[in-house]
């Protein structure tokens, strides 16, 4: 957890997810996170390629350059890492390769993928924070979380998991289950999270990524929301 923790010394850490779909917007969102009391911001693509995020992300950067600032190429997984900005604060993706497998009777997991990025990642010249989905929502269902979380403790600085879908909040027993999974390392949900559920998860979860539960809509962030959010979270 030391790359994480050196970054974000409070208990817990609440990074808003800005699904950009241009710099106006984009930029009107991470002020909005900054000035509510966020501590750093994801932005994301979904209607937009990763050109165009990352030309956005320079942006802000230029106009924001103290403030936490991290990218979620959709349209790359993994492969962001060879085409990310070196000052990227955080890089997160959904999908970290951690993927549980069937042997007879008992479960496993294959980790040749979360083994080939964690060494393109020694050889890059990125130091940001990696935030690895694990037991993500839209992907093959994990049976053991714990497990999963352990494993995956061994590639990643945050292990990232969600509840089922967007906006879906994480069953607490799997919170619970991969908090006690993890070595030296965080745990961040990255669904479902709102000022009313996240007192739930504060013992379990380091850190929240959070989107749907403090917006207005898909692309625009709620002031109060997000001044909510933190005062449940922090206060």
């Known amino acids: 957890m030391s790359s994480f923790k050196s970054r974000f010394s409070n208990e817990h850490t609440l990074l808003a997810v800005v699904h950009v779909e241009g710099g106006v917007q984009a930029f009107r969102n991470t002020k909005i996170a900054q ?24 942006m802000i950067r230029q106009k924001m350059p103290d ?7 959709l349209d790359l997984g993994r492969h962001a890492l060879d085409y990310i900005p070196k000052d990227t604060d955080g890089l ?9 497998i069937s042997k007879g009777l008992e479960r496993a997991f294959s980790l040749e993928e979360a083994r080939k990025f964690s060494e393109e990642r020694q050889k890059s010249n990125w130091n ?4 690895g ?15 999963a979380a352990n494993v995956a403790s061994t590639f990643m600085d945050v292990v990232t998991t969600s509840g089922k879908g967007t906006g879906q909040a994480a069953e607490l027993d799997k919170i619970r289950d991969m908090s006690m999974g993890i070595n030296n390392c ?6 479902g999270i709102t000022p009313e559920n996240v007192r739930s998860y504060k013992p379990y ?4 990524l959070v989107a749907t539960g403090i917006s207005d809509s898909h692309t625009e962030l709620n002031p109060a929301k997000v001044r909510s959010l933190v005062k449940a979270l922090k206060g």
Request: hydrophobic share 50%.
């Open 35 to 58: 000035e509510e009391g966020a501590d750093g911001v994801f932005l994301i693509n979904h209607s937009i390629p990763y050109p165009s995020l990352i030309e956005v992300y320079l």
């Open 67 to 73: 403030f936490w600032i991290g990218l979620n190429c």
């Open 92 to 100: 997160w993706v959904d999908d970290a390769g951690i993927n549980e």
């Open 128 to 131: 940001g924070i990696y935030f």
């Open 133 to 147: 989905g694990v037991a993500f929502k839209y992907q093959n269902q994990v049976v053991n979380a714990r497990a």
């Open 186 to 191: 965080a745990l961040a949900i990255a669904s």
């Open 205 to 208: 979860a380091d850190c929240f």
